[in-house]
Nanobody, 121 residues
C-alpha cells in the first residue's frame, strides 16, 4: 500500500509561516493538500498537476498559500504564509494517478497520515 509522508507541521503565531513537504513514492498526475479540523469536514486546500503549472486553491487560502512541486524529487510542498487561527487543522497530502481537473472529491488514490498545524492568536 502506498503511503505518502508529510513533514513540516508545527505551532506558529498568527501571521507566521510554515512550509509543508510531502514525499510521493509513486508516479502520479495530480498532487494536493487537504485539511480537517475537529468537527469539520475535510476540505481541499491546494492542488497541482505533476506536469505543467496549473494549480487550484481554496478561496480561504488564495494569496497566502502556494503549492509547488519538485518532480525530480517526487515531492510536493505547501508554503503557508500569513497564517490565521482558522488555518489550524490536520493537513494531509494526497496524490492521484489521473488528471481530474484538480477536483477535490473523494477520488484521490493515495494519502498521507497527516501533519498538525496549529496557529495561535
Amino acid at each position: 500500500q502506498v503511503q505518502l509522508e508529510e513533514s513540516g507541521g508545527g505551532s506558529v503565531q498568527a501571521g507566521g509561516s510554515l512550509r509543508l513537504s510531502c514525499a510521493v513514492p509513486v508516479a502520479t498526475a495530480t498532487m494536493g493538500w487537504f485539511r480537517q479540523s475537529p468537527g469539520k469536514e475535510r476540505e481541499g486546500v491546494a492542488a497541482v498537476y505533476n506536469e505543467g503549472t496549473k494549480t487550484r486553491y481554496a478561496n480561504s487560502v488564495k494569496g497566502r498559500f502556494v503549492i509547488s512541486k519538485d518532480s525530480d524529487k517526487n515531492t510536493v510542498y505547501l508554503q503557508m504564509n500569513s497564517l490565521k487561527p482558522e488555518d489550524t487543522a490536520m493537513y494531509y497530502c494526497a496524490a492521484d494517478p489521473d488528471r481530474r481537473g484538480l477536483e477535490w472529491g473523494d477520488h484521490w488514490a493515495y494519502w498521507g497520515q497527516g501533519t498538525q498545524v496549529t496557529v495561535s492568536s
